[in-house]
């Protein structure tokens, strides 16, 4: 057996049971530090820090930005004040991981002159804001503070979040893993006539059954010329013998992300085929090789592109080859600085964590993505999950 058909879905889920050791959560020793790096890092009097996954970084909050102001200031020095509608008051106080007075608002009265008046009782003449604070957030604060100047908060924000701590590690390694397993049990469920929306079914229940924070955070399932398209194609496939199998998934332990891409063929893979996945192979692993710290983030790219083109593939972005960048920060969210791709010139440091998935599109016949992920040590990577060791035994 080559690990890729013969069970069936009801099987693999009766196997299935929560994780058996958890990775513990974030401590709030852990989090009064990020506080207190972010506050080394600023430049400017306060920072405000919007809903979403930079407000689960620093306070714990793990809410998604809506239409309503909820919002962290931190001031340089001192304690953090939290702004909330009034009506979420206990929901907040409940997911608060952190001590911060809060200041609340009414449905009718506007968030953005309440921080406009917490800005001027802390004495701050100037704001960082949240890279993902929405326009209209933005704009909200610079018509009710218009003598507070205002500049981008990304360096403070991507320069405590791009460096993980142990703790964050380790969820992420749990993450990593669940979705491997999940992965393996995937193809063990394949036949022919299977639709790619019963697999994305099979992966979510896998994941949910694990003790993922939501199922899949995201699921692509793609078959045959489809998988030729990075995020597929509109529409429901059947697998056919014959056809490449990519399947990209991911799910969230604590709010930490897994995304792992796996790629076979379902039967007797072509010459072709093989080919081009012993180069995607190849491409993935030189790229893997040339992690060290201080390496420029744009390096592992061009390794990676150097691989392809000596095999025929490219030049830079052209098909057949790799039409994205070489991969990408992972953290809390699933895409997050900073990324291998030309242009970004960040050093490599110990605790970034990276995807590497140089994909080779063959336009009008298939793609090969192998992704997996690694975090930079002081003497090069460590993957987190092994990577597919070969085509015709995708978890050996």
């Known amino acids: ?53 930079s407000l689960r970084y620093f306070a714990g909050v793990a809410w998604n930005a809506t239409e309503r102001l909820v919002a962290m200031i931190l001031p340089k020095t001192g304690a953090p004040v939290m702004i909330c509608p009034r009506f979420e008051k206990g929901s907040l106080e409940a997911s608060l991981a952190i001590e911060a007075p809060l200041r609340l608002w009414e449905e009718h009265e506007s968030p953005y002159a309440l921080c406009a008046t917490v800005l001027s009782e802390l004495g701050a003449g100037s704001l960082a804001i949240d890279p993902a604070l929405a326009f209209f957030m933005f704009d909200g604060l610079r018509q009710a503070a218009p003598k507070v100047a205002m500049t ?28 491997l397993d999940v992965h393996r049990r995937a193809a063990r469920i394949l036949r022919e006539g299977i639709t790619a929306s019963e697999v994305r079914r099979f992966i979510d229940q896998a994941h949910r059954a694990l003790g993922a924070d939501n199922g899949s955070s995201f699921c692509a399932v793609q078959f045959g010329e489809a998988s030729a398209y990075p995020h597929g194609l509109p529409g429901d496939q059947s697998l056919k013998d014959g056809d490449l199998v990519l399947i990209d998934t991911g799910c969230q332990v604590q709010g930490y ?68 960048r070489t991969g990408h920060g992972i953290g809390l969210s699933i895409h997050e600085a900073p990324y291998l791709v030309r242009g970004d010139r960040t050093p490599l440091q110990p605790g ?6 140089p994909m080779i599109v063959v336009p009008g016949a298939f793609g090969v993505r192998l992704e997996d992920h690694f975090h930079v040590t002081e003497d090069g990577a460590a993957w987190f999950t092994p990577p597919q060791p070969s085509l015709e035994k995708p978890f050996g």
Not at 277 to 293: D, G, L, N, R, S
Not at 352 to 357: A, G
Request: hydrophobic share 40%; charged share 25%.
């Open 1 to 53: 057996m080559n690990g890729i058909g013969g069970s069936t879905v009801e099987r693999e889920l009766a196997e299935l049971g929560r994780w058996p050791d958890p990775a513990p959560p974030i401590s709030q020793a852990e989090r009064l530090a990020r506080l207190a790096r972010g506050q080394a890092l600023m430049t400017t009097d306060a920072l405000i820090i919007g809903a979403g996954a």
């Open 152 to 179: 981008s908060g990304a360096p403070v924000v991507d320069g405590c979040r791009m460096i993980k701590s142990p703790a964050e590690l380790a969820l992420m390694s749990q993450a990593k893993a669940m979705t």
């Open 257 to 324: 992300n897994s995304d792992i891409t796996r790629t076979y063929v379902f039967g007797t893979p072509t010459q072709e085929q093989a080919r081009v996945w012993e180069v995607e192979k190849k491409a993935q692993a030189a790229a893997f090789a040339a992690v060290k710290p201080g390496v420029p983030c744009e390096e592992i790219d061009a390794v990676a592109r150097r691989v392809l083109e000596a095999e025929g593939f490219g030049p830079d972005y052209e098909l057949p080859g790799l039409p994205h």
């Open 352 to 357: 970034m964590c990276f995807s590497n998935e």
